[in-house]
């Protein structure tokens, strides 16, 4: 018992520390609202989450499903896509060398620049988002993977020569399960990626999701549910991340 | 003698930057069945190398080496290979470590429950039953090595290798895991070939104790051949003549004659 207050007091303690200089700040400027009239504001809104008034009108909850959504089929595609070809790169030499350009030119490249190729493309704003996420959730997943098949010790490989394994089981055994906390890792970096790149990518195209919710908040001044929207972003990504790293430790074997 | 083991006139050029490196030149050694053998020498002399080179993880880039009379063309279960670093995969329990190697070997042959008996009676081997079902990182050091002995005598390989097996595990650990492989090699009539830097390790262990000269292109300097009467104890033998007459032998070996 006293082990778990001992653990929970820092971060308690930072949250109200965090909360009482938003106060203040609240106060010396008219225009931010407090801690208080935020949390009533988020009361009313969390208590009919899933409500419809309209197609550009619904509960929250439906805003942050949305988002949830493109970034699942975004990030899914770019994992069914950058695992394999992580794969592939690492394990022969000369496709490394064929890419190693192509991705060094693509990757610093902001995700929102993909945006209007993807918008003149897709000719509407969901795809275009699932693209934008696609593109800028890939390359850790490649380079992580691909990282994680040339790291794998020549131990493994020299056992596997040893006992003649066929392809198959040197795959199953031996390269999957070596390269797994490598792909896990790429994996926690991408949905970092996706989950903050949507957010934006919602905001320049409209339609349900949580970017296109604060931004028309926005527009109508409602600064509270502004900073609602923080919360709720920065909660979601925690909580995604969160569940990463357990999948991380159940696979980790040191 | 038997030929088991043939290394005939066998170089080791490697390709560096610098130009070829000859790593062994001029190895001729057999090795008869059942034989202990041990190949020392100071680091870098191209124990390892030769090891590789019966275990078919390189090829010689002259000469001939056969096995059983039929040519070496690559590493396979018939040559077991027990490596310094165990090389046990993390992922897997000790059970299922040695049951991979029975499975490729005697999988086409045997049905599941002959596999899982032969992966226990392995174990047991080396007194490892009771850690069946740990992970390799739940296990010290001595026990690893100890799995990654079982996993090779498991696959019942024509020749056993080793690479400084003992090399990384404490005196104690080691002079243990010692008489356990004679007792071991004893009772499978196994033949094996280890490498080792330990001098009172070899004199212990060996039929015949292969010397080689210092590297670059190290060649073999001597054989000695070891007549102590087995079953060996390493206390008996602190108090044995011969022991110690071996022992200065090989010491002089590797000190004085280390030059071809």
Same mark, same amino acid.
């Given at each position: 018992?006293?082990?778990?207050?001992? /653990?929970? !007091?820092p971060? &308690?303690?930072?949250? $109200? =520390?965090?909360?009482?200089?938003?106060?203040?700040? @609240?106060?010396?400027?008219?225009?931010?609202?407090?801690?208080?009239?935020?949390?009533?504001?988020?009361?009313?809104?969390?208590?009919?989450?899933?409500?419809?008034?309209?197609?550009?009108?619904?509960?929250?909850?439906w805003?942050?499903?949305?988002?949830?959504?493109r970034?699942?089929?975004?990030?899914?595609?770019?994992?069914?896509?950058?695992?394999p070809?992580?794969?592939?790169?690492?394990r022969?030499?000369?496709?490394?060398?064929m890419t190693?350009?192509?991705?060094?030119?693509?990757?610093?490249? /902001?995700? !929102?620049a993909? &945006?209007?190729?993807? $918008? =003149?493309?897709?000719?509407?704003?969901?795809?275009? @988002?699932?693209?934008?996420?696609?593109i800028?959730?890939?390359?850790?997943?490649?380079?992580?993977?691909?990282?994680?098949?040339?790291?794998?010790?020549?131990?493994?490989?020299?056992?596997?020569?040893?006992?003649?394994?066929?392809?198959?089981?040197?795959?199953?055994?031996?390269?999957?399960?070596?390269?797994?906390?490598?792909?896990?890792?790429?994996?926690?970096?991408?949905?970092?990626?996706?989950?903050?790149?949507?957010?934006a990518?919602?905001?320049?195209?409209?339609g349900?999701?949580?970017?296109f919710?604060?931004?028309?908040?926005?527009?109508?001044?409602?600064?509270?549910?502004i900073?609602?929207?923080?919360?709720?972003?920065?909660?979601?990504?925690?909580?995604l991340?969160q569940?990463?790293?357990?999948?991380?430790?159940?696979?980790?074997?040191? | 003698?038997?030929?088991?083991v043939?290394?005939?006139?066998?170089?080791?050029?490697?390709?560096?930057?610098?130009?070829?490196?000859?790593?062994?030149?001029?190895?001729?050694?057999?090795?008869?069945?059942?034989?202990?053998?041990?190949?020392?020498?100071?680091?870098?002399?191209?124990?390892?190398?030769?090891?590789?080179?019966?275990?078919?993880l390189?090829?010689p880039s002259?000469?001939?080496?056969?096995?059983?009379?039929?040519?070496?063309?690559?590493?396979?279960p018939?040559?077991?290979?027990?490596?310094?670093n165990?090389?046990?995969?993390?992922?897997?329990?000790?059970?299922?470590?040695?049951?991979?190697a029975?499975e490729r070997?005697?999988?086409?042959?045997?049905?599941?429950?002959?596999?899982?008996?032969?992966?226990?009676?392995?174990?047991?081997l080396?007194?490892?039953?009771?850690?069946?079902?740990?992970h390799?990182?739940?296990?010290?050091?001595?026990?690893?090595?100890?799995?990654?002995?079982?996993r090779?005598?498991?696959?019942?390989?024509?020749?056993?290798?080793m690479?400084?097996?003992?090399?990384?595990?404490?005196?104690?650990?080691?002079?243990?895991?010692?008489?356990?492989?004679?007792?071991?090699?004893?009772?499978?009539?196994?033949?094996?070939v280890?490498?080792?830097h330990?001098?009172?390790?070899?004199?212990?262990?060996?039929?015949?104790?292969?010397?080689?000269?210092?590297?670059?292109a190290?060649?073999i300097?001597?054989?000695?051949?070891?007549?102590?009467?087995?079953?060996?104890?390493?206390?008996?033998?602190?108090?044995?003549?011969?022991?110690?007459?071996?022992?200065?032998?090989?010491?002089?070996?590797?000190?004085?004659?280390?030059?071809?």
């Amino acid at each position: 018992m006293n082990n778990i207050f001992k /653990s929970l !007091l820092p971060p &308690l303690l930072g949250l $109200l =520390l965090f909360i009482g200089i938003w106060a203040l700040v @609240a106060q010396s400027s008219p225009q931010l609202p407090g801690p208080v009239k935020t949390w009533a504001s988020a009361v009313q809104l969390f208590s009919d989450p899933f409500y419809r008034k309209g197609p550009n009108d619904q509960g929250i909850g439906w805003n942050i499903l949305a988002s949830l959504q493109r970034v699942g089929i975004g990030f899914g595609m770019a994992a069914a896509i950058g695992i394999p070809l992580g794969f592939m790169i690492g394990r022969f030499k000369f496709l490394d060398a064929m890419t190693a350009p192509i991705i060094s030119l693509l990757r610093p490249v /902001s995700p !929102l620049a993909w &945006l209007p190729i993807g $918008l =003149l493309v897709f000719k509407a704003a969901n795809p275009a @988002a699932i693209w934008v996420i696609f593109i800028s959730s890939i390359w850790p997943m490649i380079i992580n993977t691909a990282a994680g098949v040339n790291r794998i010790p020549q131990d493994y490989m020299n056992v596997a020569k040893v006992l003649n394994l066929s392809e198959w089981k040197i795959f199953t055994k031996i390269l999957f399960p070596a390269v797994l906390p490598y792909m896990i890792t790429g994996i926690r970096l991408s949905i970092g990626v996706a989950w903050l790149v949507i957010v934006a990518a919602e905001m320049l195209t409209g339609g349900v999701g949580i970017g296109f919710w604060v931004w028309d908040e926005w527009n109508n001044l409602n600064v509270e549910h502004i900073i609602i929207a923080i919360f709720v972003v920065g909660i979601v990504g925690l909580l995604l991340e969160q569940a990463l790293v357990m999948l991380a430790k159940r696979f980790s074997y040191e | 003698m038997e030929k088991y083991v043939q290394v005939e006139n066998v170089q080791m050029l490697f390709d560096t930057k610098k130009g070829p490196f000859v790593a062994l030149r001029d190895i001729d050694l057999t090795i008869a069945q059942g034989e202990f053998v041990t190949l020392i020498g100071h680091s870098g002399c191209g124990k390892s190398t030769l090891l590789n080179l019966v275990a078919g993880l390189t090829l010689p880039s002259s000469g001939a080496m056969l096995c059983a009379g039929r040519e070496i063309v690559g590493p396979g279960p018939e040559r077991g290979v027990v490596f310094q670093n165990h090389s046990l995969l993390p992922w897997l329990t000790c059970f299922e470590n040695v049951h991979l190697a029975v499975e490729r070997v005697f999988g086409q042959t045997e049905n599941r429950s002959a596999l899982k008996k032969r992966t226990h009676e392995a174990l047991a081997l080396v007194g490892l039953t009771h850690a069946e079902h740990k992970h390799p990182h739940e296990i010290s050091g001595g026990m690893k090595q100890r799995v990654g002995i079982a996993r090779a005598l498991s696959m019942q390989p024509k020749v056993l290798l080793m690479d400084e097996p003992f090399g990384a595990l404490d005196a104690l650990t080691r002079a243990h895991l010692q008489d356990e492989l004679m007792k071991i090699a004893q009772a499978t009539h196994s033949t094996v070939v280890m490498v080792t830097h330990d001098v009172d390790e070899a004199v212990l262990l060996s039929d015949r104790i292969v010397m080689l000269t210092n590297g670059p292109a190290a060649t073999i300097g001597e054989i000695l051949h070891v007549t102590l009467e087995r079953p060996r104890n390493r206390l008996a033998l602190a108090n044995n003549p011969q022991y110690h007459e071996y022992r200065g032998a090989v010491l002089e070996f590797l000190y004085h004659k280390m030059k071809s």
